[in-house]
């Protein structure tokens, strides 16, 4: 009788067993399929909006976290602190089903420094620089500043989002070439806020720093940097700390962006710097200010000397040199239509009665800049400040950008008239938008993404704002 319930009992945890078995592999089977199903859905309607997405963007979440060498709760709490950072995504959101997220913490190898990554597998479309992350998003890994970078969806929600040790200025993505786009992750580069010592080098694709590289013995950044349209190099502006000459730094991207070379860049103060596109040719804005690097403070306001030069890349030779009208109109900020015409944007450190253009444009060969117009000649609104150019080149229209004024206006390059502006506090981030639509989308300080285009008959219209609980910096920039 006692081998027979023996026997009982045994069969009983047997079955049991088995039930259990059954039941977590059908869970598993069910699990994996819809997730299969969850992710085909999602990558297929993703594909419509942005044709160069992977599928295997969403397994970056997922090898980052098993590359990790943090400790399990310190995944557990990272996944926690990416869902608070993606809790506006829309409820009824496919992609909401497939999401994976880590925290990547660790030292970029021989700079002693700490970024904190939080991250999901969505691709990107903007990289942009912020002066304030909420600190309940960061986790306490000893960082005591809230400064950082952010990719953005073409949802206009955050993608991934590091941490910086100090506030950042510019964002340039590495150019897309036929040779590496389809093995390899471009590099988005992160300058530091002029003048600054240092920039980063992430990965678009998951917002991990790379690199972090030291400006050389009597060197200091100022804000700006653009790459070779074949993505091989690095340029940037930068200051002889000695002299208060302008110099144009040349890094090596395959090769661990070590400096290989400078050159001058005829001037006093060089700012943004861009790409012509017959590749050869680099154009650089000299703000003409001499700047104190330890205060910022302007050493030379009336004796400035800004300028817009035309030098070859591999050489540096000076090919063109064009001066504004006022001496203290501070060329900062440019675009490049893809006709070959410079757009610029001015900082005007004069009298505030003076009235002077803000944007003008100039094109290889011409002897003066040509402004655009303004009604009634009232460039004051914009208070005497441009922060950000884009250019919509199929459509020919220039978006600017201005926090002082706070507003956003959009130009048509046909006319060179203003078609509208829109009040946008605090506003200075601006890029091309994604689709078919076109248009141009702005950032501010108030945590707002904005979205704007141009109709049929010509008025600027706001198709919606996405808020963030962050204040976004100076510029965005599309990749």
């Known amino acids: 009788m006692a081998d027979h319930k023996k026997y009982e009992k045994i069969s009983m945890q047997s079955k049991t067993s088995n039930d259990v078995s059954s039941a977590f592999?059908?869970?598993?089977s069910a699990t994996v399929t819809a997730t299969v199903a969850l992710v085909s859905i999602h990558h297929y309607y993703r594909k419509q909006q942005q044709p160069e997405a992977r599928l295997q963007d969403y397994v970056v979440g997922i090898n980052a976290k098993l590359n990790s060498s943090a400790p399990l709760p310190r995944l557990q709490h990272a996944y926690q602190q990416a869902k608070l950072a993606y809790q506006n995504y829309p409820e009824d959101s496919v992609h909401d089903a497939v999401v994976d997220a880590a925290v990547i913490?660790?030292?970029?190898?021989?700079?002693?420094?700490r970024h904190t990554t939080t991250?999901?597998?969505?691709?990107?479309c903007w990289v942009s620089g912020v002066a304030a992350i909420p600190k309940r998003l960061i986790s306490n890994d000893g960082n005591e500043n809230d400064f950082g970078v952010v990719g953005i969806d073409a949802d206009r929600q955050i993608v991934w989002q590091t941490t910086m040790p100090e506030r950042v200025h510019d964002i340039v993505v590495q150019p897309l070439f036929s040779s590496r786009e389809k093995t390899e992750a471009r590099d988005v580069v992160v300058m530091g806020r002029r003048p600054s010592e240092r920039f980063w080098v992430l990965d678009t694709a998951?917002?991990?720093v790379k690199y972090a590289i030291k400006a050389a013995t009597d060197r200091h950044f100022y804000g700006h940097a653009c790459y070779s349209?074949?993505?091989t190099k690095l340029y940037i502006t930068e200051n002889d700390t000695v002299s208060l000459d302008g110099k144009i730094g040349i890094y090596d991207a395959i090769n661990n962006y070590q400096k290989i070379a400078e050159f001058d860049?005829?001037?006093i103060g060089p700012h943004e710097l861009i790409m012509h596109p017959d590749s050869e040719t680099l154009i650089v804005a000299n703000g003409g200010i001499k700047t104190e690097q330890a205060s910022r403070e302007e050493l030379n306001l009336d004796s400035m000397r800004p300028s817009l030069v035309y030098l070859k890349r591999h050489t540096g030779e000076l090919l063109e040199q064009i001066t504004p009208e006022h001496n203290q109109m501070s060329i900062r900020h440019l675009a490049m239509h893809d006709d070959g015409t410079v757009m610029m944007g001015i900082q005007f450190q004069g009298e505030k009665h003076i009235n002077v253009p803000l944007v003008l444009t100039h094109q290889r060969g011409d002897i003066e800049f040509t402004p655009l117009t303004m009604p009634n000649n009232q460039w004051q609104r914009f208070h005497q400040y441009i922060a950000s150019v884009a250019v919509d080149s199929e459509r020919d229209l220039l978006c600017v950008t201005t926090?002082?004024?706070g507003c956003a206006a959009i130009y048509d390059l046909n006319t060179y008239e203003l078609i509208d502006s829109i009040a946008l506090l605090d506003c200075a981030g601006a890029s091309v938008s994604v689709g078919e639509q076109g248009g141009f989308i702005v950032s501010d300080g108030q945590g707002q993404l904005t979205t704007l285009s141009v109709d049929k008959q010509n008025r600027m219209i706001t198709s919606d704002q996405r808020h963030h609980k962050m204040s976004f910096d100076n510029h965005l920039q599309a990749l």
């Open 206 to 208: 998951t917002g991990q």
């Open 25 to 28: 592999l059908s869970t598993l």
């Open 105 to 113: 913490q660790g030292k970029v190898s021989g700079v002693a420094e």
């Open 229 to 231: 349209l074949d993505g």
């Open 265 to 267: 860049s005829h001037g």
């Open 119 to 124: 991250m999901l597998p969505r691709a990107v």
């Open 403 to 405: 926090p002082i004024g």
